[in-house]
């Protein structure tokens, strides 16, 4: 069971550009979730997915990002126009239910210059 | 008021030590509980689970205190390999909330 697998580990954008993130969650785990950590800063909720249904966006700014987790293929995050203040780790993790603990990826480091 | 709240400490301890950190929760329809250890700039870990009757695992001892609503992690005897942040993590609904987590060094 490979974990769960993010990518790229390392992403350099200009302010501007647009940035994905790729997750593939645990073999058998259907649900999926998005943190993001601010240098210093603890762990902030952004979006949970299932298949195909997003199921609670709170966390997510209102422009700009966005989320998707096809039938088929990994779940995606997506910043357009990224700003300086974008620049963070963003974590993924995957369980097989609601309430069961996470298993988190080794995230996606974005630094915007 | 946030949902979960942390002591950021550090804490900085000898080795062989024992520590206590505390969390407290503001959901009292919070379902499930747990530990989670990060390293620096690594992603959290699951720890252990937290349970209401209390649990142990190895030099880890945790509790919860429904009627406090507060969570607690003992370690007991401290290694060098414990330095890492803790963070306290609870279930409510759809979405798991983490404290910002209590830095622990131990000390040669």
């Known amino acids: 069971n490979a974990g769960v697998m993010q990518n790229p580990r390392h992403l350099v954008r200009r302010r501007g550009q647009e940035a994905r993130l790729r997750c593939s969650p645990m073999?058998?785990?259907?649900?999926v979730y998005w943190y993001r950590q601010l240098p210093e800063e603890g762990l902030k909720f952004m979006v949970y997915l299932q298949k195909e249904n997003i199921i609670d966006e709170s966390g997510m700014p209102k422009e700009r990002f966005s989320a998707e987790f096809p039938k088929e293929g990994p779940s995606i995050l997506r910043i357009q126009q990224v700003v300086r203040g974008d620049s963070a780790a963003y974590f993924c993790?995957?369980?097989?239910?609601?309430?069961?603990?996470?298993?988190f990826g080794s995230g996606t480091r974005l630094t915007v210059v | 008021r946030k949902e979960v709240e942390q002591d950021p400490g550090p804490f900085n301890v000898p080795e062989g030590a024992t520590v206590a950190f505390n969390c407290t929760y503001s959901?009292?329809?919070?379902?499930?509980f747990f530990w989670y250890r990060q390293d620096c700039r690594k992603e959290p870990k699951l720890l252990m689970s937290?349970?209401?009757s209390g649990n142990e695992d190895g030099r880890f001892t945790a509790q919860l205190n429904r009627a406090s609503q507060y969570i607690s992690l003992l370690i007991r005897d401290s290694k060098l390999s414990d330095s890492a942040t803790y963070l306290c993590v609870v279930n409510t609904g759809n979405q798991f909330y983490f404290g910002t987590g209590t830095s622990l060094t131990v000390i040669p």
């Open positions: 937290v349970y209401s």
């Open positions: 993790a995957s369980s097989p239910d609601r309430t069961a603990g996470y298993t």
């Open positions: 959901n009292s329809a919070s379902q499930s």
């Open positions: 073999k058998g785990h259907s649900h």
